[in-house]
């Protein structure tokens, strides 16, 4: 009887780990990215970026967080192809 019972709660605390896990937001990619990875994938920067400004309180020290906010931000000045949008024109 206690080894039914044993069991029985070992599987409700598994089942209750693998749920909370399997809701865990705090972390918002499966590794660390870096900027130029992020930049090379621009769409999944911005997704992550998303999530991280979603929800800020959790997510704005994560490693992930950061290096797609920069990577982002670097594709609105400079854009996907490198070439800086707000350069100043030369005069000739």
């Given at each position: 009887?206690?080894?039914?019972?044993?069991?029985?709660t070992l599987f409700a605390v598994l089942v209750v780990a693998a749920h909370a896990h399997a809701n865990d937001d705090s972390q918002v990619a499966d590794r660390i990215y870096t900027?130029?990875?992020?930049?090379?994938?621009i769409e999944f920067a911005?997704?992550?970026d998303d999530k991280c400004r979603n929800n800020?309180?959790?997510l704005r020290d994560d490693p992930n967080c950061i290096n797609a906010r920069e990577a982002v931000a670097k594709d609105r000045l400079i854009g996907s192809n490198g070439e800086?949008?707000?350069k100043a024109p030369s005069i000739r």
């Open positions: 009887m206690k080894k039914s019972a044993f069991i029985s900027i130029k990875e992020f930049t090379k994938n911005k997704e992550v800020p309180g959790e800086d949008r707000f």
